[in-house]
């Protein structure tokens, strides 16, 4: 699977961004999708994911109630929605594919990932 993430950029704090991530090579339907962050200095964390069908979404504390994820199987594309964006949320977003994944949090568990896109909030 190759992936393509694109919508990063430099926004203020408490505005809103929209990461899309789209999908080519092998059926998008049979791989579980996550997006994954990595700030300078730090490693990478777990965000959000959704399962295979577009019904079942895992979050990070950090972001539950901020972000959503969601997956459209027919244009094989994945986005995350920001709002109320705060500088801690700062960092490359990278979106990621599992064909078996069974922890959703652990990056070991995705096969594929795509070349991340940068997130900057300014307080």
């Known amino acids: 699977v190759q992936l393509q993430a694109s919508g990063g950029g430099l926004v203020q704090s408490g505005n809103s961004l929209r990461l899309s991530c789209a999908a080519s090579g092998r059926t998008f339907t049979d791989y579980t999708m996550a997006w994954f962050r990595q700030a300078p200095g730090k490693e990478r964390e777990f965000v959000a994911a959704?399962?295979?069908?577009?019904?079942?979404?895992n979050y990070a504390d950090s972001v539950k109630g901020r972000f959503t994820i969601s997956r459209d199987n027919a244009k094989n594309t994945v986005t995350l929605q920001m709002t109320s964006l705060k500088p801690e949320d700062t960092a490359v977003y990278y979106c990621a594919a599992g064909r078996t994944v069974l922890m959703w949090r652990t990056f070991s568990q995705y096969d594929y990932w795509g070349q991340g896109t940068l997130v900057t909030v300014s307080s």
């Open positions: 959704i399962g295979r069908n577009g019904v079942s979404t």
